[in-house]
């Protein structure tokens, strides 16, 4: 097992001063995946894939990359991990191809075909000025720069953090022309979900410092259904419903959303005795919106006094 | 052929039963017929944006369901239909979309009797542009 897994991660606890920004996690990352590592902001994404390279220690636990000991990587090892990040330095003087000789001076497997393949495909000129590009370009040309060494491992923190639309389909696009190489693996945080369905195979939920997910992203769907019941008149008080995240009152409706359904929450639902009664997948944004979403119930009905007023 | 498969992120159904959905819909409405070739699973993910492994999985159900084949070396081919389905099962996935036509359809103010006729009208369209392309 430990054997497929690229990344893996054991009791891994990071903490600053008093609060804690990792705990106890537990990460498994098989090869040849694309991964996605989702999470609020703060809730201890970036302090996981630094202790991954190396850049920050752990207080307590164990972290892995490529069978390798975080803690003590080698430069011959980190040559075969991409990793970017936000803060990826550039020289405003350099071109593009400027910046793609000086990177390509560190690595032995730098791949020329890739680099170029990457900046054209951002739309790029090497004889461009680095000063003179946009956001999504520099996303581009660091992009290419990670790309080119032909990494075993790519980590990629928040990589479409502030890029337009058409400049995070490049993105996801040359994510995808990566999984070419089915051996390649793929590791990357992100807020959209909607290019985490297109791309991802696997994820892992972080949330307060917690993992709460790490599983096919399939399952994690298949995990959360929403439940509609129709009501004749007012919907009744809810009993504790087992797993139930959320529940929605409105007149004549209730919408309940709930983890792990299964025959025990449908048989709780069905004392209310709704008239009408429909589970359904929803959305992967919906399902981790209601996934990490206050936990309770809500009502979206207006009391008289404020239609008055 | 024409293959006009759309993807939408956010919706409650899973991408790679979009895409299934989508080549059974094409072929029931005669868009694809027998024989015709599909894209091989790296085209069509490419082209749609997403990961192989989703494309791959939708081929795997429509193969297991009987719709294509995957000839090694050759590509991915629509076959003529053999019944996979049981008449209950048939049943039971066809009922929630007759539901859903007749719910939308009387909010939409449709008499019951326009529903039928409307649906009538449309099934033998089908029926008649089916057999023009045979």
Wanted: aromatic share 6%.
């Amino acid at each position: 097992m430990s054997e497929q897994s690229v990344i893996r991660t054991r009791g891994l606890t990071k903490y600053f001063g008093t609060k804690c920004a990792v705990h106890d996690l537990n990460l498994e990352v098989p090869r040849g995946c694309v991964f996605a590592f989702l999470g609020r902001n703060g809730s201890g994404k970036s302090t996981t894939i630094r202790m991954l390279l190396g850049l920050l220690s752990a207080d307590r636990g164990t972290a892995s990359v490529l069978g390798a000991d975080s803690a003590s990587l080698e430069p011959e090892l980190r040559a075969r991990i991409g990793y970017l990040t936000e803060e990826h330095q550039l020289y405003g003087w350099m071109s593009v191809r400027q910046a793609g000789e000086f990177q390509s001076a560190f690595y032995p497997r730098w791949s020329e075909k890739i680099f170029r393949g990457v900046i054209g495909h951002f739309g790029l000129k090497p004889e461009a000025r680095v000063k003179h590009l946009s956001r999504g370009m520099r996303a581009g040309l660091c992009l290419a720069l990670t790309l080119a060494p032909d990494p075993e491992l790519l980590i990629l923190d928040d990589p479409a953090l502030g890029l337009d639309p058409v400049a995070r389909r490049s993105l996801v696009e040359s994510m995808i022309y990566l999984t070419r190489r089915a051996d390649r693996t793929i590791f990357f945080s992100s807020h959209h979900l909607g290019d985490v369905e297109r791309v991802a195979d696997y994820l892992a939920v972080l949330d307060y410092s917690v993992l709460r997910a790490c599983c096919p992203l399939e399952s994690f769907r298949n995990n959360v259904r929403e439940v509609r019941l129709g009501f004749a008149g007012a919907p009744p008080e809810l009993p504790a419903i087992p797993g139930m995240l959320q529940a929605f009152r409105t007149e004549r409706e209730l919408r309940v959303t709930c983890v792990r359904y299964d025959a025990e929450t449908e048989r709780a639902l069905r004392d209310l005795n709704p008239t009408s009664m429909e589970a359904q997948l929803m959305g992967l944004e919906d399902t981790f919106i209601s996934y990490l979403g206050e936990r309770g119930e809500k009502t979206f009905i207006l009391s008289e006094t404020e239609v008055a007023s | 052929m024409h293959l006009n498969i759309n993807i939408n992120t956010g919706s409650n159904v899973p991408i790679y039963k979009q895409i299934t959905e989508q080549v059974r819909m094409a072929v029931a409405t005669g868009r694809v017929t027998v024989a015709d070739q599909l894209p091989s699973v790296r085209a069509l993910a490419e082209a749609l944006v997403l990961n192989p492994n989703t494309v791959a999985r939708a081929y795997a159900d429509l193969a297991r369901e009987g719709v294509i084949e995957t000839r090694p070396g050759r590509g991915v081919f629509i076959i003529p239909k053999r019944k996979v389905l049981s008449r209950e099962e048939g049943r039971r996935r066809i009922e929630p979309l007759i539901n859903t036509l007749i719910s939308e359809g009387l909010a939409m103010d449709f008499t019951p009797d326009e529903l039928q006729k409307a649906f009538a009208k449309n099934l033998s369209r089908w029926q008649q542009e089916k057999g023009a392309k045979q």
